[in-house]
């Protein structure tokens, strides 16, 4: 048995889009924990935008983001990525402190991959950003990325 054909996976590349440090911090740790991620945080969705709508970088993995947010908020920013060709294909976890049945159903139609309602107690909120890993990048698949 050759170790030399081992596929190690690769870093993914996650935007966190979080007004709230703490919570960020959080959301940081919790994914780091389980995997070697590049991640990058935005306050808000204005600033996610003009990220993602930057040529010189490449498009993340995944997206987490809030809700509730200055400038643009997570509805908004839901609605003008996913009627984006180049961006829709991003796959999106709502991540709020928000369970309101209207921000719930608002993200989910607005193709949102996933919601998850931030827990109050620390335990909780790593048991939700694990799942979130789990669903995402677990099962997905380890070929290379190519660029362009």
């Given at each position: ?54 040529p ?9 983001m ?10 908004e ?17 709502v ?54």
């Amino acid at each position: 048995m050759t170790t030399g054909s081992l596929v190690r996976p690769r870093a993914y590349d996650i935007l966190l889009v979080e007004d709230d440090a703490a919570d960020a911090l959080l959301i940081k740790d919790a994914l780091l924990e389980r995997g070697q991620h590049v991640i990058t945080r935005v306050e808000d969705g204005v600033e996610a935008l003009q990220r993602l709508q930057d040529p010189r970088f490449a498009h993340p993995d995944l997206i987490v983001m809030d809700l509730n947010m200055p400038r643009m908020n997570g509805h908004e920013l839901l609605a003008v990525l996913k009627a984006d060709a180049a961006l829709k294909v991003i796959p999106v976890v709502v991540l709020s402190t928000s369970d309101a049945p209207d921000d719930v159903t608002g993200a989910y139609a607005r193709h949102a991959n996933a919601y998850v309602a931030k827990p109050f107690n620390l335990d909780d909120f790593t048991a939700a950003v694990h799942n979130i890993h789990t669903f995402f990048f677990d099962t997905a698949s380890t070929v290379p990325r190519t660029e362009g």
